[in-house]
C-alpha cells in the first residue's frame, strides 16, 4: 500500500509569482502611431497602469503574460481626475480563475506545490510615512519593454533600488521613488515591487532633459496614495486590497474580511 505524503506550498520564484498579473498593452494614437506599456491586476478585473499609457489613445491588444482571460471589449478606461497624476484604472473582465483553481497545480519538487497569487497587493505606505529610510530598498520593476527581433511581447523584470525619493515641482504634490533599473519605453504603468512583494509604486516615466532618449533619465515610480484615491474615488476596493484600504482610512466602511 502506497501511503501519500503531505504536501505542502511554497512562493513560485518572484518572477514566476508575479507573472500572471502582468498585462502588455497595445496602444495607438488618432494617426495610427503604435506604443506599448505595462497593466497589471490588483483584484476583481481592477488593471493599473499609467495615465499616459491610455490617455487619447485607442487599447489596440491586451496581452496576458500567462493564464489569464482578457477581452478587450470588456475594458472600460477610468483617468485620473488631476491630470498631472499619471494613473488610469481600467476595467476589465481579467481572470485567472483556471490557473488559481487545483485542475492547474504547479509542482516544484516531491511534494511540495505552488503558492499561487492572482493579483498584486499594495504596500501600506501613506505619503507622510514615507523618509529618506526607504533609499537603497532593494526593488523589482516589471513591465514590457520591446526587445528587438522578438515576435512578442516579453516580460522583462529588473532587480534594483531606489535610489533617491523627490517631490517634482511640476507635480503631482505626491512623493516619487527614483529607481535605478533603466527606464525603457513599455515599462510606463509597470509596477514596482518590494522584494517581499508588495506595491511601492507605479512606474510613470523618465525624467530628462534637453528630450533626451528615456534610457538616459531617472525612472521615477509614483507612489501608491493617489492610486488608493483613485479607486476610492471609483468605489472600487479590488481583492485583499479592500482590507488595506479599509485600514488605512480609504473605505468602504463597511466592508467584511473573507472569512
Known amino acids: 500500500m502506497t501511503i501519500a505524503r503531505p504536501q505542502h506550498e511554497e512562493d513560485l520564484p518572484f518572477y514566476s509569482r508575479f507573472g500572471p498579473c502582468l498585462v502588455a498593452l497595445e496602444t495607438a494614437d488618432v494617426a495610427g502611431n503604435i506604443a506599448i506599456g505595462t497593466a497589471f491586476h490588483l483584484g476583481d478585473g481592477i488593471l493599473v497602469t499609467a ?55 504547479i509542482h516544484l519538487g516531491v511534494n511540495t506545490v505552488a503558492r499561487k497569487i492572482d493579483h498584486i497587493e499594495i504596500g501600506g ?63 510606463s504603468g509597470g509596477p514596482v515591487l518590494t522584494d517581499s512583494g508588495w506595491l511601492l509604486g507605479v512606474m510613470v516615466q523618465s525624467l530628462v532633459t534637453d528630450h533626451a532618449p528615456p534610457e538616459l533619465g531617472f525612472g521615477v515610480a509614483l507612489t501608491i496614495e493617489p492610486l488608493l484615491s483613485l479607486l476610492h474615488a471609483n468605489d472600487l476596493y479590488p481583492g485583499s486590497n479592500a482590507e488595506l484600504m479599509r485600514e488605512l482610512g480609504f473605505g468602504p466602511e463597511e466592508y467584511e474580511a473573507p472569512s
Open 125 to 187: 505606505h501613506l505619503d507622510d510615512w514615507i523618509n529618506d529610510s526607504l533609499v537603497l530598498m532593494p526593488v523589482v520593476l516589471m513591465g514590457f519593454p520591446p526587445i528587438p527581433t522578438s515576435s512578442e511581447p516579453v516580460l522583462v523584470a529588473a532587480r534594483g533600488e531606489v535610489n533617491a525619493i523627490i517631490d517634482s515641482y511640476l507635480g503631482p504634490q505626491h512623493p516619487l521613488f527614483v529607481i535605478s533599473p533603466i527606464s525603457r519605453g513599455g515599462f
Open 51 to 105: 495615465r499616459h499609457v491610455v490617455e487619447n489613445r485607442t487599447i489596440t491588444a491586451a496581452v496576458s503574460h500567462r493564464y489569464a482571460k482578457l477581452s478587450l471589449e470588456s475594458i472600460e478606461v477610468i483617468l485620473s481626475g488631476a491630470p498631472d497624476i499619471d494613473l488610469a484604472l481600467l476595467k476589465t473582465d481579467f481572470s485567472l480563475e483556471h490557473y488559481m483553481s487545483d485542475r492547474l497545480t
